[in-house]
């Protein structure tokens, strides 16, 4: 069984700050790790994934990710935190093996302030 | 949320009506999906469709029904059986069956239950 888990509620972080958004993960096999965003009462949007190769994943908006297979770690980052960024925030995993079922965390809201 | 449009917005429905969650797409994707989304428990997959005529069930498929007669549609019946239906629904789409091919949301339909 896969499972993905964002082990922070909530988030906040001071515009112009770094952020970071932990994701970790469970499979028996490889896994295929997604990022997606959600405003207010919209769909997801798709901001970056890995597959395989460099651990380093950088995506829509200035975020980027770092996969950390010993850590199972997935964790979503940003250098500069803008107030615009603050949504919802969803890490997916897919296991190798599973042809179409993805599975989501419960997401974490990231809040940026002036 | 471009190349998938789900209707109506918003919805209400009385105790013991069945209602259907409209969900198109125009991406030309084979696989396309239906997710319940509730506050703190993430997105759960409610049935899937890889190929047109074809469909299985998710995570949470009890008291929901689903039709795949055209490539481009996904109508999601939520009928009377299904005990707690107010909740945010997503329609999702993806290119193939490849694990590690990310799926595209539509901007959602939220259902109440009066």
């Known amino acids: 069984a896969q499972s993905v888990a964002q082990p922070e509620d909530q988030v906040n972080v001071a515009e112009g700050n770094p952020l970071t958004v932990k994701c970790t993960y469970s499979v028996s096999g490889n896994p295929y790790l997604f990022w997606y965003v959600q405003y207010p009462n919209r769909g997801l949007q798709f901001l970056l994934k890995?597959?395989?190769?460099?651990?380093l994943v950088k995506g829509s908006y200035g975020f980027e990710a770092e996969f950390n297979k010993s850590q199972t770690s997935f964790h979503l980052k940003k250098p500069s935190a803008l107030v615009s960024d603050s949504a919802l925030y969803f890490c997916a995993v897919r296991d190798t093996g599973t042809a179409s079922k993805l599975t989501f965390g419960t997401g974490t809201r990231l809040q940026v302030t002036l | 949320d471009g190349g998938i449009t789900q209707s109506p917005k918003y919805l209400f429905r009385k105790e013991g009506q069945n209602v259907t969650l409209s969900c198109e797409q125009n991406l030309n994707h084979d696989a396309m999906y239906w997710y319940r989304q509730d506050p703190g428990q993430g997105l759960r997959l409610i049935y899937y469709?890889?190929?047109?005529?074809?469909?299985q069930k998710g995570d949470i498929a009890e008291g929901y029904s689903v039709s795949r007669e055209k490539k481009e549609s996904f109508p999601l019946t939520v009928t009377s059986a299904q005990k707690n239906p107010t909740a945010f629904y997503l329609c999702?789409?993806?290119?193939?069956?490849?694990?590690?091919?990310?799926?595209?949301f539509g901007p959602g339909t939220r259902l109440t239950v009066l």
């Open positions: 999702a789409s993806s290119t193939g069956t490849s694990s590690g091919n990310e799926q595209f």
């Open positions: 890995y597959i395989t190769g460099d651990n």
């Open positions: 469709s890889q190929i047109v005529n074809d469909f």
